[in-house]
């Protein structure tokens, strides 16, 4: 999301999220195996090709106008989403992403079935758009986890009241990511040096 609580601009922009490198996709989504989402999310997600199906995942999108449907990977219901997703939570396996929307992130909070709350705050100001939430009843969260990225991205993990607290592991460790800029700036500092002693005059010489 923006600094200012936005998760989209006001016509569903989402140009303004920056890619950090420090992120690790890879281990990101080796952590789920289920995603649930809002109809805006999956029209988004259809509108740039493909059915909205995420490789190694089972996407279950919840609406209350798409037509119902079941395809490989991904399923459409106009189900309650408090019951699907209260379902989903009692099968085994990883943890479920709430991919997408507001509105469904305020309805299963409410129902007391999100555990954990983990945005990425991009250094933007959008002044206007979708927000994290809508309006509802007060939650206060603990604080699990927390990482700055280099282009200033604060990743952060809270703990819902009787939910299960989650660590970020899917950002790579400072020294693996410095590691190459590293290197660079040793090879800066020995060229700078070899180039220090070559002008260095040498005793009795003019």
């Known amino acids: 999301?923006?600094?200012?609580?936005?998760?989209?601009?006001?016509?569903?922009?989402?140009?303004?999220?920056?890619?950090?490198?420090?992120?690790?996709?890879?281990?990101?989504?080796?952590?789920?195996?289920?995603?649930?989402?809002?109809?805006?999310?999956?029209?988004?997600?259809?509108a740039q090709g493909g059915n909205g199906a995420m490789p190694g995942m089972d996407v279950v999108v919840l609406s209350r106008t798409l037509t119902p449907m079941a395809a490989t990977g991904i399923r459409i219901t106009r189900?309650?989403?408090?019951?699907?997703?209260?379902?989903?939570?009692?099968?085994?396996?990883?943890?479920?992403?709430?991919?997408?929307?507001?509105?469904?992130?305020?309805s299963l909070l409410d129902a007391g079935l999100v555990d954990t709350v983990e945005v990425a705050v991009m250094p933007v100001l959008l002044g206007s758009g979708i927000p994290l939430l809508p309006p509802g009843a007060l939650t206060s969260l603990k604080?699990?986890?927390?990482?700055?990225?280099?282009?200033?991205?604060?990743?952060?993990?809270?703990?819902?009241?009787?939910?299960?607290?989650?660590?970020i592991r899917y950002v790579k460790p400072a020294k693996k990511r410095s590691a190459k800029n590293s290197h660079a700036k040793k090879a800066v500092i020995k060229k700078a040096v070899i180039k220090k002693r070559m002008t260095k005059k040498r005793p009795g010489r003019g």
């Open 1 to 46: 999301m923006t600094l200012d609580g936005f998760i989209a601009g006001p016509r569903g922009e989402y140009d303004w999220i920056l890619m950090d490198p420090a992120i690790d996709f890879d281990a990101l989504y080796k952590e789920f195996d289920t995603v649930v989402m809002g109809r805006k999310t999956y029209t988004m997600m259809t």
């Open 79 to 106: 189900d309650d989403a408090a019951g699907v997703v209260a379902a989903l939570k009692k099968k085994p396996g990883r943890d479920i992403w709430l991919f997408g929307g507001g509105e469904l992130f305020r």
């Open 143 to 167: 604080l699990a986890d927390h990482k700055t990225l280099p282009s200033g991205i604060t990743v952060l993990s809270y703990t819902v009241p009787g939910g299960r607290s989650a660590s």
